[in-house]
C-alpha cells in the first residue's frame, strides 16, 4: 500500500521558533509537494521538488524554504514562524512520469503558532 | 492565474443522490480531478476524467465534463452517511506540477 507519512500529525510552536515539518514516501516518487490548508481558501502550493536538491516555489512560498535531500524525504522549514502560519500542511508525491498525475496525500500536520 | 471555484457547503439526505458543482479557468486542463477529504486525514483521490471525455461512470460516482462551459460536476448515487467529507475539485495542465484545487464542497450527509 503506497504511503506518505508526515512525521507529526500535531504541533504547537512559539512565534519567532523555527519548524521543521518532514514527509516520508515510499512509492519511489519523483515529486514531492508541500500545500497549506485554510478554510475558504483550499489548498496552496507552497514548494515542490522534482528531484532531489531541486526545488521549485510555488504560489505562497515567503516565509518557508524546503530541503530535499533524499528522494524520499522533503521538508519544510519555517525560520521564524508567525501567528499567521498557523495552517494543516500537507504534503502530496506523485510518479514523474504518472500517468494521470496522481497526487498521494500524507495525513497533515496541524500547527498552531501561539 | 488558473481559478477552479466550487460551492462551500451541501447537505443532502441518505439515500438521495449528491451533485457537487465545479467551474474552472484553465482550457489546457488535461485532467480533472475530484479528491475526498475524511476529518482528520489528507487528501484521496476518488475519480478523475480525462478532457476529451464527456462522462466517467464508477460505481455510484458520475462525473460530467461540458468542456465549453469549463464545467465539471461529480454526482454520487444513494449518498450514505460515510460520504460525509470535503470534496475538492482539480485541475491539472502542463503536467503533475500544475494542479489547481477548488476550495473543496463540504458534503454533510443526514441520516
Known amino acids: 500500500d503506497v504511503k506518505v507519512t508526515q512525521s507529526s500529525r500535531y504541533l504547537v510552536k512559539r512565534t519567532g521558533e523555527k519548524v521543521f515539518l518532514e514527509c516520508v514516501q515510499d512509492m519511489d516518487h519523483e515529486n514531492m509537494f508541500w500545500y497549506r490548508q485554510d478554510p475558504g481558501l483550499g489548498l496552496r502550493l507552497i514548494y515542490f521538488?522534482?528531484?532531489?536538491?531541486?526545488?521549485e516555489k510555488g504560489d505562497i512560498p515567503e516565509g518557508y524554504s524546503v530541503s530535499r535531500e533524499k528522494k524520499e524525504r522533503f521538508s519544510l522549514i519555517l525560520e521564524s514562524a508567525s501567528t499567521n502560519q498557523t495552517s494543516m500542511y500537507l504534503c502530496?508525491?506523485?510518479?514523474?512520469?504518472?500517468?494521470?498525475?496522481?497526487?498521494?496525500f500524507g495525513e497533515g500536520s496541524r500547527l498552531t503558532v501561539l | 492565474g488558473e481559478d477552479v471555484e466550487q460551492s462551500l457547503f451541501l447537505s443532502v439526505r441518505e439515500g438521495d443522490s449528491s451533485v457537487i458543482n465545479c467551474t474552472y479557468t484553465d482550457s489546457s486542463s488535461t485532467y480533472l480531478y475530484w479528491y475526498k477529504q475524511e476529518p482528520g486525514a489528507g487528501l484521496q483521490l476518488l475519480t478523475y476524467i480525462f478532457s476529451n471525455m464527456d462522462m466517467k461512470q464508477d460505481q455510484r460516482l458520475t462525473v460530467l465534463l461540458n468542456k465549453k462551459d469549463k464545467h465539471l460536476s461529480l454526482r454520487i448515487a444513494d449518498t450514505q452517511t460515510g460520504d460525509s467529507a470535503i470534496y475538492f475539485c482539480a485541475s491539472a495542465s502542463g503536467g503533475y506540477q500544475k494542479v489547481t484545487f477548488g476550495i473543496g464542497t463540504k458534503l454533510q450527509v443526514i441520516p
Open positions: 502530496a508525491s506523485t510518479a514523474g512520469q504518472g500517468v494521470t498525475g496522481e497526487l498521494f
Open positions: 521538488s522534482y528531484d532531489v536538491k531541486m526545488k
